[in-house]
């Protein structure tokens, strides 16, 4: 046991020496710890944080104000016209856009998805969704009807600004 003990002592002292001289060996580089480099590197940073962070001006469009939002869906279609005639009742809260009023918590649904409109009107209707403000004005509606106003919300462009510029080409 003792001569297995010394040799193994032995060899792990040899491979010590092995890794010591190769480690002699290895090249040296402190680029890593240019200062000078890391200064250059620190200063360009700043300033892309400074530019990214700083405040910028708004910029004041009195266009938006005057222009009055009419429906610019295309009503092609008896469901799409059966759509504005009952998207008259969400108006008040989600705005004629569908661009939501965050004074009432009603959410942006212009343009959203027809299925998913209809399946959170569904979920409505059906108990599993609890929304107190629209429960009166759900519990009113067929799946048909559900499905013409999902239909013309789905229609309603995304966002407000192609809204207006949709109303503007329309003139």
């Known amino acids: 046991m003792t001569r297995l003990i010394v040799f193994l002592s032995v060899l792990a002292g040899l491979i010590l020496m ?3 001289f190769t480690f002699k060996t290895l ?8 200062l000078q480099k890391t200064a250059k590197e ?3 940073h700043q300033e892309l944080v400074k530019e990214i962070t700083s405040p910028k001006e708004l910029e004041v469009v009195s266009e938006v ?6 429906p610019v869906v295309d009503l092609n279609t008896p469901e799409l016209v059966a759509g504005n005639k009952l998207f008259g009742q969400c108006i008040a809260c989600h705005g004629k856009g569908g661009e939501g009023k965050p004074s009432q918590k009603a959410p942006h649904i212009g343009g959203q998805y027809d299925w ?3 399946k959170q009107l569904t979920d409505m ?11 009166p004005i759900v519990k009113g509606l067929s799946p048909a009807d559900m499905k ?6 789905n229609k309603l462009p995304w966002n407000k600004e ?3 510029a949709a109303l503007k080409a329309k003139k």
């Open 18 to 20: 092995l890794v010591l």
């Open 27 to 34: 090249p040296v580089s402190n680029e890593k710890f240019d």
């Open 42 to 44: 620190f200063a360009t």
């Open 65 to 70: 104000a005057e222009v009055e939002y009419a």
């Open 116 to 118: 998913y409109i209809e």
């Open 125 to 135: 209707k059906a108990g599993a969704r609890i929304n107190v403000a629209m429960n």
């Open 148 to 153: 013409a106003v999902a239909a013309y919300v």
């Open 162 to 164: 192609a809204y207006i």
